[in-house]
T-cell receptor, first 117, second 110 residues
Framework: GAVVSQHPSRVICKSGTSVKIECRSL??????MFWYRQFPKQSLMLMAT?????????EQGVEKDKFLINHASLTLSTLTVTSAHPEDSSFYIC?????????????FGPGTRLTVL | QKEVEQNSGPLSVPEGAIASLNCTYS??????FFWYRQYSGKSPELIMF????GDKEDGRFTAQLNKASQYVSLLIRDSQPSDSATYLC??????????FGKGTHLIIQP
């Protein structure tokens, strides 16, 4: 149980284009999903928290107009990187929480490697 | 700002020995503590979580938590070459996202 999928697994795009990444919880309903970013040899950094039916909460320093998050259902959250630039190239990973109020194990998707040329 | 500190390593351990990984955290209000394993190019895989002071064992893995010292550790018994990976300590609570350490690169020598 607790399987999270992401699509696409890898994307290469030209500078200035927008890229949408999907995150799905396959066997459970995820009230909350999280988006992380990981640069080479760095740890995961939380970008935003996505709650179903409400606006995402962004971490300090993350541009909400550049990284658009939509959590339209209890099993799907999307991250759109708008007007991508080479510095946005990174490993984007989503996770979904089981939603318990105190103990929030998070299960991670396989990640999406974005390369912006 | 919440911080999680780990020794980046590499930590080299002979096969069959015990690997000991350590982590400290800054936020005393943290409630949940997690150990993830990450292979190169892959996303993190949850190994264990711990919420209460003391030890928690799961197979070859034992997590230890000391909230007074703000210290979490992970012991891996009978280390195998397949345990070679980066181990991430993460701290969080409630509906918050996780704060990760930079990870410890563990190498199990055959």
């Amino acid at each position: 149980g607790a399987v999270v999928s992401q699509h696409p697994s890898r994307v290469i795009c030209k500078s200035g284009t927008s890229v949408k990444i999907e995150c799905r919880s396959l066997d459970f309903q995820a009230t909350t999903m999280f988006w992380y970013r990981q640069f080479p040899k760095q740890s995961l950094m939380l970008m935003a928290t996505s709650n179903e039916g409400s606006k995402a909460t962004y971490e300090q320093g993350v541009e909400k107009d550049k990284f658009l998050i939509n959590h339209a259902s209890l099993t799907l959250s999307t991250l759109t990187v708008t007007s991508a630039h080479p510095e946005d190239s990174s490993f984007y990973i989503c996770s979904a929480s089981l939603g318990r109020p105190t103990y929030n194990e998070q299960f991670f998707g396989p990640g999406t490697r974005l390369t912006v040329l | 700002q919440k911080e999680v500190e780990q020794n980046s390593g590499p930590l080299s351990v002979p096969e069959g020995a015990i690997a000991s990984l350590n982590c400290t955290y800054s936020d005393r209000g943290s409630q949940s503590f997690f150990w993830y394993r990450q292979y190169s190019g892959k996303s993190p895989e949850l190994i264990m979580f711990i919420y209460s002071n003391g030890d928690k064992e799961d197979g070859r893995f034992t997590a230890q938590l000391n909230k007074a010292s703000q210290y979490v550790s992970l012991l891996i018994r009978d280390s195998q070459p397949s345990d070679s990976a980066t181990y991430l300590c993460a701290v969080g609570g409630g509906a918050d996202g996780l704060t990760f350490g930079k990870g410890t690169h563990l190498i199990i020598q055959p």
